[in-house]
């Protein structure tokens, strides 16, 4: 198999595009939305955190540790993550690279498992989600992928 399956994500759209290792041909295969993470905070959490008075008097608010926003992150990362997984399974593609916003990038190569890491040959962090196929070219130019034969 000879074809490249190119991420290109942020935190609440993901595309996947297939190409031949030339990039001649460049074809979306899946596209993504996560709606949860286009809203704002507030509208996630309908509710405010607990509180607790102490023994004490004192008034204690518990706070998450994560933000509900950094969760959906890495919910839909894993979400993103099982799509390329299932792929890799399928013999779709034999080398990913992945195209992110920096902050995403990161949440998505935490939720890659070994198998579909090692098919990683490139990676740029940049937020190209709404970007072209002609935009796309411009960062995987076509002597990148020759050179992987």
């Known amino acids: 198999m000879n074809n490249v ?3 290109v994500a942020e935190s609440s759209r993901a ?4 190409a031949d290792l030339s990039l001649e041909k ?14 704002h905070e507030r509208d996630i ?3 405010l955190p607990g509180s607790n008075t102490g023994s004490a008097g004192n008034h204690h608010r518990f ?8 969760q959906e992150a890495g919910a839909f990362a894993r979400e993103v993550a099982g799509i390329l997984d299932q792929g890799r399974n399928a013999g779709a593609y034999s080398k990913l690279a ?16 070994s198998h579909v890491r090692k098919l990683v040959v490139h990676e740029v962090d940049k937020n190209m989600a709404r970007s072209g ?17």
């Open 5 to 7: 399956w190119i991420l």
């Open 26 to 39: 460049i074809v979306e295969v899946h596209d993504l939305v996560h709606e949860a993470s286009r809203l």
């Open 63 to 70: 706070e998450p540790h994560t933000s509900v926003k950094t």
């Open 98 to 113: 992945l195209i992110a916003a920096p902050d995403f990038l990161g949440h998505v190569r935490g939720a890659l498992n």
């Open 15 to 18: 595309k996947i595009y297939q």
């Open 133 to 149: 196929i002609a935009e796309l070219r411009k960062v995987l130019p076509k002597t990148f992928f020759s050179r992987l034969e």
């Open 45 to 47: 959490t309908t509710d």
